[in-house]
């Protein structure tokens, strides 16, 4: 079993920053890709950025030269470091982990429960 556990979410103004962090746990062998998606109201979850198991990123369009992602494999932690946020960043993001793990080197793709990001002044 794998376990995502997504902080720093909340409410900042127009303009503002954020940080999220998300840890993986469990009887992890190997994390391949982590990455961060997110669901406004009414909306189809998309997704906003990943990173390899190297550290090579990809964003959508969006959020290119606002956010960036970023990983401490030591820690099986992913980060998404949001600047500059505007009113439409409004959503619920959540934490996603391509993972080998026990038992039997399962490969599994496990989610967050989300955490609030809210931009309003």
């Known amino acids: 079993q794998v376990q995502l556990v997504e902080s720093g979410g909340g409410l900042v103004q127009p303009g503002g920053s954020l940080r999220l962090s998300c840890t993986a746990s469990?009887?992890?062998?190997?994390?391949?890709?982590m990455g961060w998606y997110r669901q406004a109201p009414g909306k189809q979850r998309e997704l906003v950025a990943t990173?390899?198991?190297?550290?090579?990123?990809d964003y959508v369009d969006s959020v290119k030269g606002r956010f960036t992602i970023s990983r401490d494999n030591a820690k099986n932690t992913v980060y998404l470091q949001m600047n500059s946020l505007k009113p439409e960043d409004t959503a619920v993001y959540y934490c996603?982990?391509?993972?080998?793990?026990?038992?039997?080197?399962?490969?599994?793709?496990?989610w967050g429960r989300g955490t609030q990001v809210t931009i309003s002044s």
């Open positions: 996603n982990a391509d993972t080998i793990s026990l038992p039997g080197a399962t490969r599994r793709v496990s």
């Open positions: 469990g009887t992890i062998i190997r994390i391949n890709t």
């Open positions: 990173t390899t198991s190297r550290g090579s990123p």
